[in-house]
């Protein structure tokens, strides 16, 4: 089973237990927990039906003639692609979610958010050079 499935039948069987209503024009969701597990829902959907080659175009007619005459039209290529598939699928793994957002919660207690984020970026680095050295 997908994590993008295994993510939608979790909101599923929340929303069913909570309580969902059709009023209003769309869903009534009475906790705030399964109101933003909903919303996230959606807007994953969304981001992945997003057409992705639109994030490389520019108004031409917007930049001055300088910088017009270097600018240099890039394109989506198959690193990027796999990019953007590895951080939808890292998005739903709902366990890895809960456990940073409880230890940024803990350490928030001693750090500042941005040495939080420091260390959780290099702990990243150093996991993905060590990933690189087994790879080859």
């Given at each position: 089973m997908s994590a993008g499935l295994e993510?939608?039948?979790?909101?599923?069987?929340?929303?069913a237990a909570i309580g969902m209503s059709e009023a209003r024009g769309g869903?009534?969701?009475r906790s705030n927990l399964?109101?933003?597990?909903?919303?996230r829902m959606l807007a994953d959907?969304?981001?992945?039906?997003m057409n992705m080659s639109k994030m490389y175009e520019v108004d031409e007619l917007a930049l001055t003639d300088e910088v017009r005459s270097k600018f240099l039209?890039?394109?989506?290529?198959?690193?990027?692609?796999q990019f953007l598939n590895n951080c939808f699928?890292?998005?739903?793994?709902l366990v890895?979610?809960?456990w940073h957002s409880i230890a940024k919660a803990f350490l928030g207690l001693f750090m500042t958010q941005t040495s939080i984020n420091g260390k959780?970026?290099?702990?990243?680095?150093?996991?993905?050079l060590r990933n690189l050295k087994e790879g080859m």
């Open positions: 993510w939608r039948i979790v909101v599923c069987v929340l929303a869903p009534y969701l399964a109101r933003a597990m909903y919303n959907e969304r981001l992945r039906n039209p890039l394109f989506m290529d198959e690193d990027t692609h699928e890292q998005s739903e793994w890895t979610q809960v959780e970026r290099s702990a990243t680095e150093h996991r993905d």
